[in-house]
Structures are given as structure tokens and as C-alpha cells.
Nanobody, 126 residues
Framework: QVQLVESGGGLVQAGGSLRLSCAVS????????MGWFRQAPGKEREFVSH????????YYADSVLGRFTISRDNAKNMVYLQMNSLKPEDTAVYYC???????????????????WGQGTQVTVSS
């Protein structure tokens, strides 16, 4: 079965950087559209970033555009989220997710993703 396991979260001061990793098993990352979502306490889950199944195009929420970068390494079957210039409002549990889209839009809608990781905590202090 497909499994996604996130790692790389932790505590960082505002302005710092973290790199999250998502290890995928049971399916190649090249066969999935991959996304990152996050959820803060008392808040709804929100879209962060997506890399498409076909072509590797990338998309970002306005709140992280210019600061975060999503990428994948097909040889390692990994997906990454490089987070720079972190802000306290970035504090959340970050989730890796995958979907088989075949050109489907709505990459920012979590309901379109079939596979989810367990999440990794990111805390940004002032």
C-alpha cells in the first residue's frame, strides 16, 4: 500500500529555514501529483504547495509564495518542501499528500488527494 512519511520539522526562529522531506513507498512519486498542506491548532487545514504529476509544474499559496519551494527527487522517491524566511504564522503541522489527477485541477483542495502522511510539526518562534 502507498505510504507517505514526513520528516524534518522542528523549532526555528523567525527568519530561519527548514527543509521538510516526504518519503514515498508503494508507488513512485513520478506517478503522483504531490502536495503539502498544513494545519495550525484551532484552524482548518490549508493548502501550501503542489507539484504536478505530469510536467512537474509548481504552485504555491499566496502566503508562502517566494519563501517556500516544493521539489521532488524521482531517483530517491522523495518530495521536499524548502521553507525560508519563516514566520510565526507558519507554525503548524505539515502534511505530505499525493493524488492521481490525470490533469485534474483543484490541487489546493485536500479532498482530491488519496494519500496522506502522518504530519510533522513546524514551530517558528519570534
Amino acid at each position: 500500500q502507498v505510504q507517505l512519511v514526513e520528516s524534518g520539522g522542528g523549532l526555528v526562529q523567525a527568519g530561519g529555514s527548514l527543509r521538510l522531506s516526504c518519503a514515498v513507498s508503494g508507488r513512485t512519486v513520478s506517478s503522483l501529483g504531490m502536495g503539502w498542506f498544513r494545519q495550525a491548532p484551532g484552524k482548518e487545514r490549508e493548502f501550501v504547495s503542489h507539484i504536478t504529476q505530469f510536467g512537474g509544474n509548481t504552485y504555491y499559496a499566496d502566503s508562502v509564495l517566494g519563501r517556500f519551494t516544493i521539489s521532488r527527487d524521482n531517483a530517491k522517491n522523495m518530495v521536499y518542501l524548502q521553507m525560508n524566511s519563516l514566520k510565526p504564522e507558519d507554525t503548524a503541522v505539515y502534511y505530505c499528500a499525493g493524488r492521481i489527477s490525470y490533469g485534474q485541477n483543484y490541487y489546493s483542495d485536500g479532498a482530491t488527494y488519496a494519500y496522506w502522511g502522518q504530519g510533522t510539526q513546524v514551530t517558528v518562534s519570534s
